[in-house]
């Protein structure tokens, strides 16, 4: 039998670059507004493909735990390769993209100035222009142990709605 997680982590990387680069096409700030969403996107609707595939591997009954694995395994790759992806963008194709990052940061934080109040939006401010947003090893590893830990959550949700009990074995 066929890794399914393998399987369907490669497309979803696959999807991921792809998605990444179209949007960098359309223009560096498409790319970071549109870009994480459309990437979010295409990554739940590669989950459920995997999980609907390895339910099919096990006959259309599965337990959580036989699709958690697989899951998991594929959201793990497309990350890995997406976050990749990222930093070949940042590093190499376009540098600048740390600058316009920051500025839309920025013109984010300006929209929930209002509901922030003066203070916590100053401080905001402060962090804000205080950070390197170029992408550092430390940033880059500390934001990919997140979203593995947030990625599990989500996989672990996943396996849930998706899980059947063999109504014979019960």
Known sequence: MQNTGVKWGL???ALSVLISLLTYLIGPTMYIKLGSWLG???????????GREERKNHGGY??????LRPIFLTFVIILVISTLMQVIMMKL???????IIKQTTIEGM?????????EAFDKAMEDI???DF???LRDTGLGLAFNILF????CALYAVIMKRKNPDLL
């Open 11 to 13: 497309i979803g990387g």
């Open 40 to 50: 979010f996107i295409s990554i739940l609707v590669v989950l459920a493909l995997a």
């Open 62 to 67: 599965i337990s959580f735990q036989e699709l």
């Open 93 to 99: 194709i376009d540098p600048g993209l740390a600058d």
């Open 110 to 118: 300006e929209k929930l100035k209002g509901l922030m109040g003066d």
């Open 129 to 131: 222009n205080a950070k």
């Open 134 to 136: 170029s992408g550092s």
């Open 151 to 154: 990625g599990f959550g989500l």
